[in-house]
């Protein structure tokens, strides 16, 4: 159908724009205007938030009042610091969420992490909501964007 031959430049862009969606990331700025601090409730923060892989956590504090530390749950839980060449301490500390699972960061100063300097996050694949993790049903991000193509493809011919 030659007169549909139009669509196929649409086509592209819209797939250009899911790929560039994959790709790219979000980038989220810990506690927002508050920043990486103590007296924050970072698990409300946190709570309406889906993080993806690709996605960027910035931790943006004064340095040296604070840093971060890459823990375990159990860590997490007890506020144990780890080593202090583990630390991140640049006062604007980017971390890029590279592979699906919890995370879990404190603060390493005295009295900060029990005072609620903690961040616990899941991260998810690609264009997975947990909605549809919980049902059982995972895409990657490249199966939905080679998805959108055939379905491109087929309205378009
Ligand atoms: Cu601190």
């Known amino acids: 159908m030659a007169s549909n031959y139009h669509q196929v430049p649409v086509a592209l862009a819209v797939a250009a724009v899911l790929f560039a969606t994959i790709a790219m990331g ?34 943006k504090y004064t340095a040296p009042d604070h840093n971060v530390f890459k823990v375990n749950g159990t860590a997490f839980k007890d506020c144990i610091a780890p080593p202090s060449n583990e630390r991140l301490s640049s006062g604007n500390d980017e971390i890029v969420l590279a592979t699906p699972g919890n995370r879990w960061y404190i603060c390493g100063v005295s009295g900060h992490c029990d005072a609620g300097q903690k961040l616990a996050i899941t991260v998810w694949d690609p264009q997975t909501p947990p909605s549809s993790a919980v049902r059982g049903i995972s895409f990657s991000g490249y199966q939905v964007f080679f998805a959108a193509i055939a379905f491109l493809v087929i309205i378009t011919v």
């Open 26 to 59: 979000a980038e989220y700025i810990v506690g927002d205007d508050e920043g990486w601090t103590i007296n924050f409730d970072y698990q409300a923060w946190a709570k309406d938030k889906v993080f993806h892989v690709g996605d960027k956590l910035v931790f």
